[in-house]
Nanobody
Framework: QVQLVESGGGLVQPGGSLRLSCVVS????????IGWFRQAPGKEREGVAC????????YYLDSVKGRFTMSRDNAHNTVYLHMNSLKPEDTGVYSC??????????????????WGQGTQVAVSA
C-alpha cells in the first residue's frame, strides 16, 4: 500500500522558516518523481517544487525561487521542502505527490498517481 504522509506545517511569522517532510512508503523514490504543491484559500492548487531522479530535473515556482529548497533522502524514503523567508502569500495547504512522470508532467498536478493528505502552513504576524 502506497502512502505519502506530510508533516511540519504550522503557524509562523513573516520572515520565518519551516521544513516540511513527506514520508513515502510502498514505492521507490528512485523510480517516482515527487512534487510539492500548495493550495491557498479560494485559489487553484499550484506546483511549488519538484525533483525527478530519472532525469535530474528540478523545478521551483518563480515566487519561491531562492527561498524554498527541495531535497530528498532516498535511504529514508523522505522528501523535504525547506522554506525560508516565508511570506503571508505562502499560506496554504501543502501536499506532496508521486508519479512516474518527470517534473514537466508532475508540476501541473493533473492525474498524478499518489497524493498525501496535506499539511497546513500559515504565515501571519
Amino acid at each position: 500500500q502506497v502512502q505519502l504522509v506530510e508533516s511540519g506545517g504550522g503557524l509562523v511569522q513573516p520572515g520565518g522558516s519551516l521544513r516540511l517532510s513527506c514520508v513515502v512508503s510502498g514505492l521507490s523514490l528512485e523510480v517516482y518523481t515527487i512534487g510539492w504543491f500548495r493550495q491557498a484559500p479560494g485559489k487553484e492548487r499550484e506546483g511549488v517544487a519538484c525533483i525527478s531522479d530519472s532525469d535530474g530535473d528540478k523545478y521551483y515556482l518563480d515566487s519561491v525561487k531562492g527561498r524554498f529548497t527541495m531535497s530528498r533522502d532516498n535511504a529514508h524514503n523522505t522528501v523535504y521542502l525547506h522554506m525560508n523567508s516565508l511570506k503571508p502569500e505562502d499560506t496554504g495547504v501543502y501536499s506532496c505527490a508521486a508519479d512516474q512522470g518527470n517534473c514537466r508532467t508532475v508540476v501541473p498536478g493533473l492525474y498524478l498517481e499518489y497524493w498525501g493528505q496535506g499539511t497546513q502552513v500559515a504565515v501571519s504576524a
